[in-house]
Nanobody
């Protein structure tokens, strides 16, 4: 499966952005999906993820209560709604697909098989 992330941009602190990851084919519906991010000079980190049917979600502590992950298997999309953005949310955001059935969302990037190209989110103070 190929993944295409979009929706990044420049926003002021306190603002909102919605990232969308679009998959290339229907195999998407079998995969757990996640968003990771990488800030300049830092390692890539888990942000949020959702199981294949959407019944399970997981969030990094840093984004709980501010970000929401959802998916639409009919449209082959996974969305990250980001509210109350902070300058420390500035990073390149990647979507990723986990092809192994785990029943839970994996939070380690090594567990993900397919990656999108990344979309830059910049939050100004």
């Amino acid at each position: 499966v190929q993944l295409q992330a979009s929706g990044g941009g420049l926003v002021q602190a306190g603002g909102s952005l919605t990232l969308t990851c679009t998959a290339s084919d229907r195999t998407f519906s079998r995969y757990a999906m996640a968003w990771f991010r990488q800030a300049p000079g830092k390692e890539r980190e888990f942000v949020a993820g959702i199981t294949w049917a959407g019944g399970g979600r997981s969030y990094a502590d840093a984004v709980k209560g501010r970000f929401t992950v959802s998916r639409d298997n009919a449209d082959y999309t996974v969305t990250l709604q980001m509210n109350s953005l902070k300058p420390e949310d500035t990073a390149v955001y990647y979507c990723a697909a986990d092809s192994e059935f785990r029943g839970v969302v994996a939070v380690t990037d090594d567990d993900y098989d397919y990656w999108g190209q990344g979309t830059l989110v910049t939050v100004s103070s």
